[in-house]
Nanobody, 123 residues
Framework: QVQLVESGGGLVQPGGSLRLSCVASGRTESMYPMGWFRQAPGKEREFVAA????????SYADSVKGRFTSSRDNAKKSVYLQMNSLKPEDTAVYYCAAARTFGSLSPLSYVYWGQGTQVTVSS
């Protein structure tokens, strides 16, 4: 079993920045392709970003390109999402997840999920 725990969420003003972390524990011998998703109240969970097993490839939703960057440090069993120039539309619960293959946009392709961390962008 692999457990994922997100942290770093909070309340930030428009234009501000947050850095989310996702730390893995349990049976972490494998280095999974990872993804970031977000879900606002009453809406479907949507893809945000993906990163391959060694961090050499990343993919982003059009809505966050140029503002968000994902990275990972396998020695620390951690994946990160740096969020800059935040907008109120970015308000959501953010989840990290481990995928079967890199770059999957569907939540159904992810086998392990974190509990989520709330990001609220408001003045």
């Amino acid at each position: 079993q692999v457990q994922l725990v997100e942290s770093g969420g909070g309340l930030v003003q428009p234009g501000g920045s947050l850095r989310l972390s996702c730390v893995a524990s349990g049976r972490t011998e494998s280095m999974y392709p990872m993804g970031w998703f977000r879900q606002a109240p009453g809406k479907e969970r949507e893809f945000v970003a993906a990163i391959n097993w060694n961090g050499g490839m990343t993919s982003y939703a059009d809505s966050v390109k140029g503002r968000f960057t994902s990275s990972r440090d396998n020695a620390k069993k951690s994946v990160y999402l740096q969020m800059n120039s935040l907008k109120p539309e970015d308000t959501a619960v953010y989840y990290c997840a481990a995928a079967r293959t890199f770059g999957s946009l569907s939540p159904l392709s992810y086998v392990y999920w974190g509990q989520g961390t709330q990001v609220t962008v408001s003045s």
